[in-house]
C-alpha cells in the first residue's frame, strides 16, 4: 500500500469540515460519476482548445480540474475497478479485459451504500457488463447493450443518458421522508475505437472521426446536466468526470491503448465540481484515478478505508500544497494478450521510469512527448526510479485469481463437472522475452487483421494471422483470433488444435476456454469435450449468461434435458431479458413436459409446462394443439 503523509490539515481545506457540530453539517451530497471511455485530454477544449467541448468546459471551469490525472493502467475494465477501488491492479488482481473481479477490495459502491445511498450504473461497453463484477455494491446495475456477443457491443450515448434520467427521475421515496442521497455511475464508450460519430460532428483531418465521438460524448453530458437541472437534482451534487485512460492515435507506433504506457494512453482529465463548497482552479498536481475514492469518502464525510493505495485530495482541493506519492503504471497485456514482456512504469519528481527489458527513463518536463530515452545517459536516476518502482511492487504484490464461488462450482458439479484448469497459470511473466517495442510489426499485422475481421473478411484476416504464426508459432493473439476467423469461415475443427496450444500457454485464458467450447460444439461429435470446456468458461466467468445457455444447449443436444434446464435457468436468472436464452430454456422445458406427459407423470408434465410457457408465451398455442398437454395448461 502506498503511504503519504498526514492529512489532518484537511479540515481547512473543505469548508463545512470547521463546523461547530453535527447540527452544522449539510446532508450529504447527491454523487455523479462521469467516466469517458479512451479520452485523451488534449481531446477537450478546456485543456488544448482543438476541440469544442462545451458541457465538459463548463463542469471543469466550475470544478477543481486535473488536466493530467494519471491512470494506473491503460484498459478499460482494470483502470474501472481501480477508479472505484482505490486499489492498483497488481493488487486487486483484474490485469486485463475479460478478467473477474472478487470479493475484495471493497467498491466505492459498496460503502456509499452501506453509508446510506442509493446506489446505480450505467455503463456503455461489453467490457464493465455486471458479469466481470463491477456491479458489486451498486442497486441497479444498467448494462444493457444491443444484442450479441462480442466485445465491440456499446450502447450509444444519448441512450445511456436518457437511462440515467429515467432512473433518477423514478427513485422510490416514502410519502413525507426524504429520499436516500443517490450515488449514480454513468459511463460512456463511444470515445472508444471504431470512431463513428455523426457526419455532422466529424473534424477533418486523421483525428477528425475521433474528436467527433469526444463531441458527440459532450452532447449527452449535457443533456445529463440539463436534465439533473430540470429534476431538482443539481442542488446538493457532487460531480466527478474522469476517463480510465487515453488513446495513442499512432503515437509511439501505437493506433489505439493497452500496449504501451506512454502518457498518451495513461493521462486522463479529471475533475471534481462541487458548487458552494469546492472553488474553481486548475491544479498541475499529480493526481491518479486511485485517489477518486478516498476524496469521494471524505467529500462525502464519510469514514476513510484502510489498506487501498489512493490518498484523499482534499488538500490540493482547496488549495493548498500535497505530496501526491508517486504513480504507478503497468500494462500485462503485452504478456497475457501476445507473450511479450509486460510493462511496469513509475511517474515521479518529473521522470518516467518504463521497466522494460530495454528500460526508458524520460523527463516529463523538457520531454512530455518521451522521445528521448535517457536511461543510459542518467543511470543514477534511473536505478533511483527502479528502486522505488520495486518497493511498490514489494508492497502491493500480485492478488491471486479470485476463485469461482461456491454456488457456481455447486451448480457446475451437479452438471458432472469434476476439473480446473489442466495445470496452473503462472503468476508472472518469465524472464528473456521479447521487448514490446521489438514487436511493433506484429502488433500492426495483428492491427490489420482485426480490422478485416470487424469487416467480417475472415479469409484475409486469417491470412495475416497465419504471417505473424509463420515466424511467432505461440502468438496469443494469432492463436485466439486465427482460431475465431476459421469457426466464423466453417472450419471449427482446423480451430482446434490452434486454441489447444494457446490453452497450454494460458490454462485459465477465459476467451480461449470460450473459442474452443463454440469450435467444439460446431464441429459435431465432441459433445462431451465441449460440454467439459463450457464448464471452464463458467469456472473463470461464473456470471457469462450465454456460457451457461451454450452449456444448456449441448446437453440437451446430448441428451440430458433436465441438465439443460438447470444450465438454462442460471443463464435466464443473470439475462431475464435475453430472449434467445428464455426461448432456449422454453423449448427444454416443453420437451420434458411432453416427455413427462407420455410417461403419465403428470404433475411433472403440468410443472415443466408452465415454466416453458413462463420463459416463452408463445408455447402456449403449440400446447393448445397436444392432445396430452392441452389439458394441462393454466386457465
Do not use: C
Not at 553 to 568: C, K, N, P, T, Y
Amino acid at each position: 500500500m502506498l503511504r503519504t503523509a498526514s492529512v489532518a490539515i484537511l479540515v481547512a481545506a473543505v469548508a463545512w469540515a470547521a463546523s461547530a457540530g453535527p447540527a452544522a453539517s449539510p446532508p450529504r451530497p447527491d454523487i455523479l460519476l462521469i467516466s469517458v471511455d479512451t479520452l485523451r485530454p488534449d481531446a477537450l477544449g478546456w485543456v488544448a482548445g482543438q476541440n469544442a467541448t462545451p458541457a465538459l468546459d463548463a463542469l471543469a471551469a466550475g470544478g477543481v480540474r486535473f488536466p493530467a490525472a494519471v491512470s494506473p493502467v491503460p484498459l478499460t475494465l482494470p483502470a474501472h475497478v481501480s477508479l472505484m477501488t482505490g486499489v492498483l491492479p497488481r493488487r486487486h488482481g483484474v490485469r486485463d479485459n475479460g478478467q473477474v473481479l472478487g470479493p475484495r477490495p471493497a467498491t466505492l459502491a459498496e460503502v456509499l451504500r452501506k453509508g446510506g445511498y442509493t446506489t446505480a450504473a450505467f455503463v456503455s461497453g461489453y467490457t464493465l457488463r455486471a458479469q466481470f463484477g463491477l456491479d458489486r455494491g451498486f442497486d441497479h446495475y444498467d448494462d444493457l447493450l444491443p444484442p450479441g456477443e462480442d466485445a465491440w457491443r456499446e450502447r450509444p450515448a444519448p441512450d445511456t443518458t436518457a437511462a440515467a434520467l429515467k432512473w433518477i427521475r423514478s427513485r422510490p421515496g416514502a410519502r413525507g421522508t426524504p429520499r436516500k442521497p443517490f450515488f449514480v455511475f454513468v459511463h460512456y464508450y463511444d470515445a472508444h475505437e471504431p470512431y463513428t460519430p455523426p457526419a455532422r460532428l466529424a473534424l477533418p483531418g486523421p483525428h477528425g472521426a475521433y474528436q467527433g465521438e469526444v463531441r458527440f460524448v459532450d452532447e449527452s453530458v449535457a443533456e445529463l446536466r440539463r436534465g439533473l437541472r430540470s429534476l431538482g437534482a443539481d442542488a446538493n451534487l457532487l460531480t466527478i468526470f474522469v476517463a480510465d485512460h487515453g488513446e495513442s492515435l499512432g503515437e509511439h507506433g501505437e493506433a489505439t491503448h493497452g500496449f504501451f504506457v506512454y502518457d498518451a494512453t495513461v493521462l486522463v482529465p479529471l475533475v471534481f465540481h462541487f458548487p458552494k463548497r469546492l472553488a474553481a482552479r486548475q491544479s498541475d498536481a499529480p493526481a491518479r484515478l486511485i485517489d477518486v475514492v478516498p476524496t469521494v469518502l471524505h467529500l462525502a464525510a464519510l469514514p476513510a478505508l484502510a489498506s487501498i493505495d489512493g490518498v484523499n485530495l482534499a488538500p490540493t482541493l482547496g488549495g493548498l500544497h500535497q505530496e501526491i506519492p508517486p504513480a504507478y503504471l503497468e500494462s500485462q497485456q503485452p504478456w497475457l494478450g501476445y507473450g511479450w514482456a509486460p510493462l511496469a512504469a513509475i511517474r515521479a519528481q518529473g521522470f518516467k521510469l518504463i521497466d522494460a527489458p530495454r528500460p526508458e527513463l524520460y523527463d516529463l518536463g523538457t520531454d512530455p512527448g518521451e522521445f528521448s530515452n535517457l536511461a543510459e545517459r542518467k543511470p543514477d536516476v534511473a536505478r533511483r526510479l527502479l528502486a522505488d518502482l520495486r518497493r511498490i511492487e514489494g508492497t502491493a504484490p500480485p492478488a491471486a485469481r479470485p476463485q469461482p464461488d461456491a454456488e457456481t462450482l455447486e451448480r457446475l458439479r451437479a452438471l458432472g463437472y469434476s476439473g480446473g484448469a489442466g495445470r496452473p497459470a503462472r503468476a508472472t511473466a518469465p524472464a528473456g522475452l521479447a521487448d514490446p517495442k521489438d514487436r511493433l510489426p506484429q502488433k500492426r499485422a495483428l492491427g490489420a487483421a482485426e480490422a478485416r475481421m470487424l469487416k467480417r473478411d475472415h479469409a484475409g484476416a486469417l491470412s495475416r494471422f497465419d504471417v505473424v504464426l509463420g515466424y511467432e508459432p505461440d502468438n496469443r493473439l494469432a492463436l485466439l483470433r486465427s482460431a475465431a476467423s476459421l469457426v466464423a469461415l466453417g472450419r471449427p475443427r482446423e480451430a482446434i488444435p490452434r486454441l489447444e496450444r494457446l490453452l497450454k500457454l494460458d490454462p485459465d485464458h477465459a476467451e480461449a476456454h470460450y473459442s474452443l467450447a463454440d469450435a467444439l460444439t460446431r464441429a459435431g461429435g465432441e459433445r462431451a469435450r465441449a460440454i467439459a470446456e463450457w464448464q471452464e468458461v463458467l469456472r473463470l466467468q461464473p456470471r457469462r449468461a450465454v456460457a451457461w445457455s451454450n452449456l444448456g444447449a449441448v446437453l440437451a443436444q446430448s441428451g440430458r434435458e433436465q441438465d439443460a434446464a438447470s444450465a438454462l435457468e442460471r443463464a435466464h436468472a443473470l439475462e431475464p431479458g435475453n430472449q434467445d436464452v428464455a426461448g432456449n430454456l422454453g423449448a427444454v422445458r416443453y420437451r420434458l413436459a411432453a416427455q413427462a406427459a407420455r410417461e403419465g407423470r403428470v404433475d411433472d408434465a403440468r410443472r415443466w409446462l408452465d415454466g416453458a410457457v413462463e420463459a416463452d408465451p408463445s408455447l402456449r398455442a403449440m400446447a393448445a394443439q397436444d392432445a396430452r398437454l392441452a389439458p394441462l395448461l393454466a386457465p
